[in-house]
């Protein structure tokens, strides 16, 4: 079974600086999809990026990129220019593109990020 | 337009008694999810449901029994409800294949007096 780690339970950032959220997982698979979601004070899960593991480039989405190292199981997420909004809990998730893994998510355990003014 | 509507947002009840939860998307999707969110932040998945046939079944006492009466809904009924059964319930949709990436609903906060 695959499992996703993020070892740091809580961080902080100021204003406009960037931080970096770390995560790793475990597989064997070779292809797979990885995503960070963003759970703020209203509790909505929200969509942040996204990467297929295929793919060499490293997504991006303005403010957002990601780090992806695949043969070192690691997928972390840097924040540019942190704002107030980005305030919230951060999850890493993985999900198995294999034959009967019918695309569900297995989360970690999240990181809350607290930016400071 | 809410894409994916969860009814009720919160629920208070008391131990042994029975609830139900309903789930809604209008996005068009073929597949839908229910994950349970503990105390601690931990997102699980519970079920999950595609063109109404069950696909995913985790690990989950049999007091909970999903329902899913056409591809756009997707209802939790839980029976004999225990303190532990507190969480917050997400139901999501997606397209099955490809990105599969999951918009979730708002969220249903249950807690067990």
Redesign the interface.
Known sequence: AQTVTQSQPEMSVQEAETVTLSCTYDTSESNY?L?WYK?PPS?????VI?Q?AYKQQNATENRFSVNFQKAAKSFSLKISDSQLGDTA?Y?CAF?SSESGS??????G??TLLTVNP | DTAVSQTPKYLVTQMGNDKSIKCEQNLGHDTMYWYKQDSKKFLKIMFSYNNKELIINETVPNRFSPKSPDKAHLNLHINSLELGDSAVYFCASSQYGGWGEQFFGPGTRLTVL
């Open positions: 999809y995503f759970q509790r909505q899960m929200i969509l996204r297929e809990m999850f999900m019918n695309y569900k998510l297995t989360f355990k999240g």
